[in-house]
């Protein structure tokens, strides 16, 4: 009894603290691919270090929105900066992001792949 007690103590423990690692997941992490531009800079970062003028012109985006998008990446701890003279560039503060929205959106096409079939084989 009492290692049945201790079991679920231990397993109440991991449920809390993978409880507390997925809010903090959301709120650092998830939060900051809610926009698709978002996402469209981490790619183009990975890519290359930019300054906001370079990164706006490759996405096609006024200034002030690639600005506005680069602060909440860099406020979410996904982009650093660094000054040369008068120039901040963004780069990202790890290249396993990519990795991660690549297994998302692999994940997605199987799902749409998957949904495809099953309406071809429906019909």
């Known amino acids: 009894m009492f290692m049945r007690s201790c079991e679920y103590k231990k397993e109440a423990m991991q449920i ?8 903090q997941l959301q709120a650092n992490m998830c939060s900051a691919f809610t926009d698709p531009t978002r996402i469209l ?5 990975h890519e290359k270090p930019c300054n906001v003028t370079e990164l706006a012109n490759l996405i096609g985006i ?4 690639a600005s506005r998008h680069l602060k909440v990446l860099r406020d979410h701890g996904l982009v650093q900066t660094s000054r040369n ?3 901040i560039t963004y780069s990202l503060v790890d ?12 994940v997605l096409h199987d799902t749409i792949t998957s949904k495809a079939n099953l309406m071809i084989e429906n019909s």
């Open 16 to 23: 809390n603290s993978l409880k507390l690692e997925v809010t």
């Open 85 to 87: 003279g008068a120039t």
């Open 41 to 45: 800079i981490i790619y183009v970062l």
């Open 62 to 65: 006024p200034q002030p929105t």
């Open 95 to 106: 290249d396993r992001l990519i990795q991660s929205l690549e297994i998302l959106r692999t």
